[in-house]
């Protein structure tokens, strides 16, 4: 029963970071990013944090889900 409900949240986590991913705004730094070039694109705007600390703690979700599957803990 609780195995079940483990992997339901890993393949929802797992399908929830791959928008989030997607929606993330591509950097473009590049070979840029090296040199002193970065530092003008420092700034994040609210949104973009708020989406950065979701999709850590879905990928944190995730990780936990696959570390406790993976392990054989929960049987």
Known sequence: M???IVWAVQIISALLLIVLILLHSPKGDGIAG???ASHVFASQKSAEK?????????SG???VCTFLLGFGIIK
């Open 2 to 4: 609780l195995i079940n």
């Open 34 to 36: 090296m040199g002193g």
């Open 50 to 58: 708020g989406l950065n600390k979701l999709t850590g703690i879905v």
């Open 61 to 63: 979700v995730f990780l």
